[in-house]
């Protein structure tokens, strides 16, 4: 059965360029869920999506970072005008629903602005 | 706040035993996960715990205090492949749903 995936694998932005990952859930999971991974760290939650709705947004570092689910599957986290800083992996995670406890990862996105 | 620490690295060998531990001061606890992570890939589930005590899956063990805030996770008959990062993560449930919070890692490096 097919898990989580996530495009591009890696992708590298000069500074100031916009980039849109995606996330591709496993088929029915109600809950997804976006993590940014910075080299030698563990993941940190960025945001949150229930269906189509975006319940928790309380970990987007910044204005610059946007993401959506506007059919409630396929998600996409945006983020404007790149800086150094940004550069991590971004993790896309789905669960059965709210009440469900395991998450399911994808492979990530490793993102590098130079 | 919340808070989860886990040592940053641990070296062993190949065949011993070695015990990886983590603290958490969180609210809203429900439930604590251990994940293995190579270089460059996902975090893979190993084990979750959300009442006191041990859970045994083969080489793996993982062990809760709640009361104490602690958990560990034990690795038995170390192999090489074992060499990855241990992520430790609180899941809390909070607005309804329930999130993980994880501590930086330890990385595990096996050799001969």
């Known amino acids: 059965g097919a898990g989580v995936s996530q495009s591009p694998r890696y992708k590298v932005a000069k500074r100031g360029q916009d980039v849109a990952l995606r996330c591709d859930p496993i088929s029915g999971h109600v809950s997804l869920f976006w993590y940014q991974q910075a080299l030698g760290q563990g993941p940190e939650f960025l945001t949150y999506?229930?269906?189509?709705?975006?319940?928790?947004k309380s970990g987007l570092p910044s204005d610059r970072f946007f993401a959506e689910r506007p059919e409630g599957s396929v998600s996409t986290l945006k983020i404007q005008r790149t800086q150094q800083e940004d550069s991590a992996v971004y993790l896309c995670a789905s669960s059965l629903g709210p009440q469900s406890y395991e998450q399911y990862f994808g492979p990530g996105t490793r993102l590098t602005v130079t | 706040g919340q808070n989860i620490d886990q040592p940053t690295e641990m070296t062993a060998t190949e065949g011993a035993i070695v015990q990886i531990n983590c603290t958490y001061q969180t609210s809203g606890f429900n439930g604590l996960f251990w994940y293995q992570q190579h270089a460059g890939e996902a975090p893979t589930f190993l084990s979750y715990n959300v009442l006191d005590g041990l859970e045994e899956k083969g080489r793996f063990s993982s062990f809760l205090s709640r009361s104490k805030g602690y958990s560990y996770l034990l690795l038995k008959e170390l192999q090489m492949k074992d060499s990855a990062s241990y992520l430790c993560a609180v899941n809390v449930f909070s607005g309804g749903y329930n999130k993980l919070i994880f501590g930086a890692g330890t990385r595990l490096a096996v050799h001969p």
């Open positions: 999506f229930q269906n189509e709705a975006q319940l928790d």
